[in-house]
């Protein structure tokens, strides 16, 4: 992170370690006295008392010299008498204590000077601290800081350490690496140096904007918010022209009192991300204009196809209508001399033509199958359902089906499709069962499962599953059409309605044991609640 110059901070708040290290100093303190100027010891705390084995009245004076250490006593005594009415000035020593045991500590003792209102000093306010507790410390410190720098040198991702103004205090090698810098051009060197020249003012903005913001920016030392990390990514620009892109996350440091004195963070190279992500990029370009391109074709087709159709029903059905109408007249002329064998031809022309008109008929509405525009709603099959067969009752000589419609069965669709599909496959069901003695018909669904399951089941003639791959294709009949009369596109208009839905349809049959054919619809039955 890098940054211009370094803002103020109005509030005074103690560091973590600054706490740590205020407790370490209390932790390691012995006792605290007071001396005369002339460092004749007036009063001693318990704990110094306790640490000598003392009391108060043998402390007195020069009493304290005998907690001195004897080779140092000497040493001690000058020191303290050079002292003596020396001044304001603090004093520092350092000597070997005797314990109440006898055993030989080291202790540093920090005297400060008490004035009266004059100004003048009338004694000295000393602390004793245990300096094995402070070597303990100390070399605790020295451990950490080695475990830091092993860390950082093992690494996979950049550390760094920065002042406010952008100049490096530490970097770990993989750092190195990610900017190009070369390592004895440290310390001293700007992080700003190594960044690429198009990336450097957005930097510098992000870093005003921060030391602005302070506090605001982030929580203050010893706050239970967690601290927020400043991402940003950006280039390092190599000497060879070699550019790095690297995600930078950094949290501020802070002084005891507050301030924003700098920013510790880490780099990952995510430049074979950012190559990724552009080649997705160009991919998803390239597919956008190439749905592009084959919409355009497709609306071409279906222009095309509509021009067909239009083609189709014009210029067919005027030469059939000929067929046909000249037919009806031959077989109607009172003068005709035909004999009854070309009486039966005529007839056959004319059944001809208009199966030929229906075909047409059937193989345009295939064909809108596919280009109509689906009006998604909730349809009651099962309604649907009971007016299929109510129209097949009435329409048939001799009713004898006996038909089963479960209730409750709806769906998520296009009504008027799925009432073409249901049309298309009870009507085959009522067709290919008719010649049983007793014919039965069953519609219902099965929605335990992810997708419902809906199913229309007859015991009539049944089918080869040999065959089964020519059951949706146009004009493919597995049985005799005298029999069984039908144009043969009614299960290819199912098979294309359920797949318009997003489902499938599917069949299973045994010759002379009925057929049942079975479909989904692409969702889940309870969501056409």
């Given at each position: 992170m890098t940054t211009e110059k370094k803002a103020p901070s109005s509030a005074s708040v103690q560091s973590s370690a600054q706490l740590r290290y205020e407790k370490s100093l209390l932790d390691s303190m012995i006792g605290v006295f007071r001396a005369e100027p002339d460092w004749n010891v007036t009063w001693a705390s318990e704990g110094l008392l306790e640490f000598t084995g003392l009391t108060l009245e043998q402390a007195r004076n020069t009493g304290w010299l005998q907690t001195v250490h004897e080779q140092e006593r000497q040493r001690v005594a000058r020191a303290m008498a050079r002292a003596a009415g020396g001044g304001d000035a603090s004093i520092v020593a350092e000597y070997s204590m005797l314990r109440y045991d006898g055993e030989s500590i080291r202790v540093h003792v920090n005297n400060v000077p008490e004035k009266n209102s004059k100004g003048e000093v009338i004694g000295y306010l000393g602390v004793v601290l245990d300096m094995a507790e402070r070597q303990r410390l100390n070399e605790e410190l020295k451990e950490l800081e080695t475990r830091f720098r092993t860390l950082a040198r093992i690494a996979p991702v950049g550390i760094y350490r920065c002042d406010v103004d952008g100049?490096?205090?530490?970097?770990?090698?993989?750092?190195?690496?990610?900017?190009?810098?070369?390592?004895?051009?440290?310390?001293?060197?700007?992080?700003?140096?190594?960044?690429?020249?198009?990336?450097?003012?957005?930097?510098?903005?992000?870093?005003?904007?921060?030391?602005?913001?302070?506090?605001?920016?982030?929580?203050?030392?010893?706050?239970?918010?967690?601290?927020?990390?400043?991402?940003?990514?950006?280039?390092?620009?190599?000497?060879?022209?070699?550019?790095?892109?690297?995600?930078?996350?950094?949290?501020?440091?802070?002084?005891?009192?507050?301030?924003?004195?700098?920013?510790?963070?880490?780099?990952?190279?995510?430049?074979?991300?950012?190559?990724?992500?552009?080649?997705i990029t160009a991919l998803h370009s390239q597919l956008e204009k190439k749905v592009q391109e084959r919409t355009a074709e497709l609306e071409a087709a279906n222009a095309e196809m509509e021009a067909f159709c239009y083609s189709v029903s014009h210029d067919l059905r005027g030469p059939l209508r000929s067929i046909d109408g000249f037919s009806q007249l031959v077989l109607e002329d009172p003068d005709s001399t035909l004999s009854p064998e070309s009486v039966e031809h005529m007839a056959t022309v004319r059944e001809s033509s208009e199966h030929m008109g229906r075909l047409i008929d059937d193989l345009l509405s295939l064909s809108r199958l596919s280009r109509r525009e689906l009006n998604h709603e909730v349809v009651d099959l099962s309604e649907v359902c009971e007016l299929i067969v109510s129209a097949l009752q009435q329409s048939s000589a001799a009713t004898r089906h006996q038909v089963r419609i479960a209730a409750g069965m709806t769906a998520f669709g296009d009504p008027a499709l799925l009432q073409s599909l249901l049309e298309n496959l009870i009507g085959n069901a009522w067709k290919f069962s008719a010649?049983?003695?007793?014919?039965?018909?069953?519609?219902?669904?099965?929605?335990?499962?992810?997708?419902?399951?809906?199913?229309?089941?007859?015991?009539?003639?049944?089918?080869?599953?040999?065959?089964?791959?020519?059951?949706?294709?146009?004009?493919?009949?597995?049985?005799?059409?005298?029999?069984?009369?039908?144009?043969?596109?009614?299960?290819?208009?199912?098979?294309?309605?359920?797949?318009?839905?997003?489902?499938?349809?599917?069949?299973?049959?045994?010759?002379?044991?009925?057929?049942?054919?079975?479909?989904?619809?692409?969702?889940?039955?309870e969501s056409a609640r």
């Open positions: 100049v490096l205090l530490f970097c770990n090698a993989r750092w190195f690496e990610l900017s190009g810098v070369e390592q004895p051009l440290l310390p001293g060197q700007k992080n700003l140096d190594a960044i690429h020249p198009d990336d450097r003012e957005q930097l510098l903005s992000l870093g005003r904007m921060f030391l602005r913001s302070d506090r605001q920016a982030f929580p203050s030392p010893g706050s239970k918010e967690s601290p927020r990390f400043l991402e940003i990514e950006y280039r390092f620009l190599h000497e060879d022209g070699r550019v790095v892109w690297v995600l930078d996350r950094c949290i501020p440091e802070r002084s005891a009192d507050g301030h924003i004195r700098g920013f510790l963070g880490t780099l990952t190279d995510v430049t074979q991300m950012k190559a990724v992500t552009e080649e010649d049983c003695a007793s014919p039965n018909i069953e519609v219902g669904f099965d929605g335990s499962g992810e997708t419902a399951v809906y199913f229309v089941k007859d015991n009539g003639v049944g089918f080869d599953m040999a065959y089964k791959t020519k059951l949706f294709k146009p004009f493919e009949r597995l049985h005799n059409n005298r029999r069984y009369p039908g144009a043969g596109v009614g299960l290819a208009s199912a098979q294309r309605i359920v797949s318009r839905h997003g489902g499938r349809i599917w069949a299973e049959s045994r010759p002379g044991q009925g057929a049942t054919f079975f479909f989904t619809l692409g969702r889940k039955q």
